[in-house]
């Protein structure tokens, strides 16, 4: 891992983000993007500032939905932290793979309201290629030279997790030097935050929005619909160490599994998340003990943070007490296709520097909620080994175990 871009509710890019989660600033706040007049949900985590026209040309911008513009923020960031320079002679051994779990709902939404009030002639021309989800790829792609395997998952809150997983693969089975990955999301919308308020699955503390996301905490309601982008540049070893890019840490492990029991509930023993866990310690050829960190999906759900906590103890037992265990969703909100690829690119920063990031808002002990998830203040831990967990609705789990590199 040469080069993390981190576009987020608490910061403009991985340096801004960084110090905002170290800080346990919430990027929660009321909606701006839409009047929330009726809805339940009047709160999530925007990206705040973000000036498209600082990557993009003017002419261009009409043709892409907000996540494509998040993705090419995050990744020239990305790009230019690992100096990756897609020459013509590296161009086909360069790929790119970025998830999104909605894609371009804002576009949809837009393009159907011109279609209600204007009729099929007042549909873009632009419509398709600005909302499907595999154009952040695409463009991503077009904009760095990038010609090698090119790729999208779409896989719920596991998307870009998968992504970042599946281009690991790539680069192990010599199918590519380097792979532009991660994902991104921004369906902050009246459909998306509808469709979820809908579901029950939101928080409604409308009134204290900045506690709102409270992962592990007795009084969580739901979780906070946020928005951003997360890239990271993966290269094999022996292509980074000829060209001194800067190694941040390594990619060691990856699992995944499906839970086959309902369609948006996890399983009730945690068995998906265990085994997605299990797989990515059996790939990276480890021991239980050897984590020192784990970035736990912690959505702030009543069911998710019970589960999860369940699994992690049946994965590692009596070590599982002593594992600092976090979830950035309590500052970030939830990415949804994006988190994964956001908190792997935290996960970096956290064995680069040493230091995890709190879980914040955790303020009243949940007794099914037992492990140590730092609460509400960093922690200088020495680490070696991190795992991300990313699971996502329709029973898909994905697990990403990185280590710090020492040369």
């Known amino acids: 891992m040469t080069g993390v871009g981190l576009l987020t509710a608490v910061g403009l890019d991985t340096a801004e983000s960084w110090r905002s989660l170290l800080a346990g600033k ?178 409604t503390r409308n009134h204290e929005p900045e506690k709102a996301s409270r992962p592990f905490d007795r009084e969580r309601d739901g979780f906070v619909v946020g928005e951003g982008a997360g890239m990271l540049i993966l290269e094999g070893l022996d292509f980074a160490l000829q060209r001194g890019a800067p190694i941040l840490a390594e990619i060691v492990g990856y699992g995944m599994s499906g839970d086959a029991f309902h369609i948006t509930a996890p399983d009730e023993t945690g068995d998906g998340a265990m085994r997605a866990m299990r797989a990515t310690l059996a790939d990276a050829e480890i021991v239980p003990e050897q984590v020192s960190y784990i970035n736990a999906h912690g959505t702030s759900t009543p069911y998710n943070d019970r589960l999860e906590t369940m699994a992690i103890k049946k994965v590692f037992g009596d070590h599982a007490y002593k594992i600092p265990v976090s979830s950035t969703k309590s500052m970030t909100g939830h990415l949804l296709g994006g988190a994964g690829g956001l908190e792997a690119g935290i996960t970096v920063l956290a064995l680069r520097n040493q230091i995890v990031p709190p879980t914040m808002n955790l303020e009243f002990p949940d007794p099914d909620c037992d492990l140590d998830y730092v609460p509400n203040q960093p922690r200088k831990v020495e680490l070696e080994y991190a795992l991300s967990n990313s699971f996502g609705f329709g029973g898909t789990n994905a697990a990403l175990l990185l280590k710090r590199y020492s040369g």
Do not use: W
């Open 26 to 203: 919430s990027g929660v706040a009321p909606i701006t993007h839409f009047d929330t007049t009726g809805f339940s949900v009047s709160i999530a985590a925007e990206v705040k500032g973000f000036d498209p026209y600082q990557f993009i040309e003017k002419k261009e911008l009409k043709k892409m939905g907000r996540f494509i513009q998040f993705a090419l923020a995050a990744a020239q960031e990305a790009v230019q932290q690992s100096r990756l320079q897609i020459t013509p002679d590296i161009a086909e051994r360069v790929g790119v793979y970025i998830g999104s779990g909605i894609g371009g709902f804002d576009v949809i939404e837009r393009e159907h309201l011109a279609l209600i009030q204007g009729g099929p002639r007042r549909i873009s021309p632009f419509f398709i290629p600005a909302s499907i989800v595999n154009l952040a790829s695409g463009y991503v792609s077009i904009r760095h030279g990038a010609k090698g395997p090119n790729s999208a998952t779409c896989t719920a809150c596991s998307s870009s997790a998968h992504a970042v997983g599946d281009s690991f693969k790539l680069i192990q089975r010599c199918a590519a030097d380097a792979v532009i990955c991660g994902g991104s999301e921004a369906a902050i919308t009246p459909m998306g935050v509808g469709g979820f308020a809908a579901m029950r699955a939101l928080s």
